[in-house]
């Protein structure tokens, strides 16, 4: 009798050695289970992806003009040009950029504003410099928001998505409210909660903001006793401050015609944003008459001064306001936990909370008995769902192995077993987890390709127990074995073959370990068929000795 052997046999002889290995497997998986609401094993959907380019979104206080915005693109440009990782940046004002399957999502077709903008940034390959892309936006973003944070102006750090593309991280969609204002006004509330975060950062309210608008109204009456053209008069205002080509020059170097675009320079622009100043504007554009008179604009318009209509949002046909919100190097979970917490806390003293389905929550104020709907949406809800969906396919895999396992060995207790210790090897899965964590420089997440890792393992984890299950059975019948002596010598005899299939798959899998993706899926499979191993070799033959019987 080898020394494997003897030492499980040892186990199998005594009662209080047996009860030691399920407390001490109990133990185990207690404090493995433990890890996540201590959030010492944290949970994402998947990790951040190192790529060689982010982008920057600009958006200004409704109402101000490309000027402004050039200057905060220009401030932010020589900002991130300080940095040597950056090789050369994209502005694009008053457009999204090129669009990607990302920017669709994120809604940069739809930018056409003045003071709206979108930065593509490229940096080094990969192999070229020391950071990675996440840790450098990460430490790029305060020093730019520091230095270029003007004219109201809200700055977002935008990276590549590692999984689905989303509107945001965190997306807090606010329905309800008698109108728009006072579902921006509690919009406005859920946003200053966010930015009570540590980890949230780049937070927005997607609404349109109420500034002052000019329109030019003609004055019919004036214009017919001026002797101009109505449409004079429209071509010159649009000329004077929109611009527009007038003619073509035909070159023959170059593959097109290249147009000649005409508008006033800058003399056009109002400084100050008043009646009286753009009134003062439109005295020195003057228009000559059939008489050959010159006839200042400013008689012939009148100015009307106007708050401008917002811009209202709706999904599934019910208006909505969005506020937005990016995690900063942390899973999306844990500061919107904290988040939610914070509004249960602070605004209950005004509005009475419904916790409705998840984590959404509905507000009603106490005074006015407006009804406020809160449901979040964005990386967030994927994450959940993705969570979700592979715990109930983790549930089915067990229920199938369990069923098969009853018809094949008629034993209830049996294959209630192989699954229990099938499950067990969730010890491992999180222990890998937590030691990659420690060893590696950015926190180790356990993800959704760990949840597929942990599902594939029960297959291999059921394997190994009915190896030893059907051996032993054989034993005690062909060769008239005690139990425990027979379970011993199969657990023994099986190691062999089972730790090299372990040491195989660990192996394999050590070559995903680093991948930022499918990082998970491989630590998940070394973790857990390593323990799978100790499972095998010690709480299978405890669990089964007193089974085993009803199969004979």
Known sequence: MNRLENFIYKILQSKSKSVLVYLITLILFLLSIATFPTQITKVKMLPSKDSDTFSVYVDLKDGYSKEHT?????????????????????????????????????????????????????????????????????????????????????????????????????????????DFYSKRDFAYKIADIFKNQQTLVDVDVMASKDFIKYELILDNEKIKKSAISLEQIKQIIYLAYEGMPISIVNDKKAQNQIPIFLRLDNTRVINEKTKQSLNDRLKNLKLKNQYNQMVSVSELVNVKESIKEPELSSKNLRQMINVIAETNKDSQIYPLLDARSEMIDKLSKDYEIIKTDMLNLSFIDKKSKERFDLIFDGELKVTLDTFRDLGGAFIIALVLIFFLMVMYYKSYAISGGIVLASFISIIGVILAHIIMDLITEDTFYLTATSLIGFIGLIGINSRNSTLIIDFSKQLIIEENMPINKAIAKATATRSKPIILTVLTMVFASSLLATDAVFGGLGVALIGGTLISYVVSMFFVPVIIKNHIKKLL
């Open 70 to 178: 050039k200057e905060v693109t220009n401030c932010i440009s020589k900002k991130l040009l300080e940095n040597d990782t950056i090789t050369n940046i994209s502005v694009f004002i008053s457009e999204g950029q090129p669009l990607d399957f990302a920017a669709l999502v994120k809604q940069s077709a739809l930018k056409d504003k003045q003071w709206q903008a979108e930065m593509m940034v490229n940096i080094k390959r990969e192999a070229n410099r020391d950071i990675s892309s996440y840790n450098l936006v990460s430490k790029l973003r305060d020093e730019v928001k520091k230095r270029c944070s003007m004219y109201d102006s809200t700055i977002k750090f935008i990276e590549l998505p590692a999984g689905p593309p989303v509107l945001a991280s965190i997306v807090a969609e606010i329905y309800g409210g008698k």
